[in-house]
Antibody
Framework: QVQLQESGPGLVKPSETLSLTCTVSGGSISSYYWSWIRQPAGKGLEWIGRIYTSGSTNYNPSLKSRVTMSVDTSKNQFSLKLSSVTAADTAVYYC????????????WGQGTMVTVSS | DIQMTQSPSSVSASVGDRVTITCRASQGISSWLAWYQQKPGKAPKLLIYAASSLQSGVPSRFSGSGSGTDFTLTISSLQPEDFATYYCQQANSFLGLTFGGGTKVEIK
């Protein structure tokens, strides 16, 4: 079955760019939307954005100015870049597959903790 | 942004109890609503989509209802594995998907 795995640095310095990759295994990345979602410790979930395998994107308006998503279908991967990070960006970051017809997230990665600190 | 308000924020219940969680949207979202279950240290799990459709593999004791602005997740007979935090998510627009604040179901 399809599985997702996030990877990337667990520690990022303030003002720098957070970069994460999600690898899709057990199925093709093609013809799906894929999202990033984050969760600060002890808090709720925040949708960051989505990308289609064509490269088309939609971002959370509150993060739009700092977010870039990309997809590499040859590697079955998609990526997140979040620029100018602060301590408020410290969170567990999840990648997830979007069920296009209902805009829900049916498959999630296990999540990766990213801490912003000098 | 469409704001999602869940209530209660926490509920204490016993095994076998019927538990109801509500979610209210700040504007109408038709049936564009999903529910998730999250256990500590784990990713959320999709339970319900399109307000009332049960995700494959999810026990039938979970059900969802509602449309417009008011939605409900019901667990008909709480099981030990159901103690978790539950989130609603509006799925109406990718201009801004939003989640509710969560409801923690605790053991009474």
């Amino acid at each position: 079955q399809v599985q997702l795995q996030e990877s990337g640095p667990g520690l990022v310095k303030p003002s720098e760019t957070l970069s994460l990759t999600c690898t899709v295994s057990g199925g093709s990345i093609s013809s799906y939307y894929w999202s990033w979602i984050r969760q600060p410790a002890g808090k709720g979930l925040e949708w960051i954005g989505r990308i289609y395998t064509s490269g088309s994107t939609n971002y959370n308006p509150s993060l739009k100015s700092r977010v870039t998503m990309s997809v590499d279908t040859s590697k079955n991967q998609f990526s997140l870049k979040l620029s100018s990070v602060t301590a408020a960006d410290t969170a567990v970051y999840y990648c997830a597959r979007v069920v296009k017809s209902v805009n829900a997230f049916d498959i999630w990665g296990q999540g990766t903790m990213v801490t912003v600190s000098s | 942004d469409i704001q999602m308000t869940q209530s209660p924020s926490s509920v204490s219940a016993s095994v076998g109890d019927r538990v109801t969680i509500t979610c209210r949207a700040s504007q109408g979202i038709s049936s564009w609503l999903a529910w998730y279950q999250q256990k500590p240290g784990k990713a959320p799990k999709l339970l319900i989509y399109a307000a009332s459709s049960l995700q494959s593999g999810v026990p039938s004791r979970f059900s969802g209802s509602g449309s417009g602005t008011d939605f409900t997740l019901t667990i008909s007979s709480l099981q030990p594995e159901d103690f978790a935090t539950y989130y609603c998510q509006q799925a109406n627009s990718f201009l801004g998907l939003t989640f509710g604040g969560g409801t923690k179901v605790e053991i009474k």
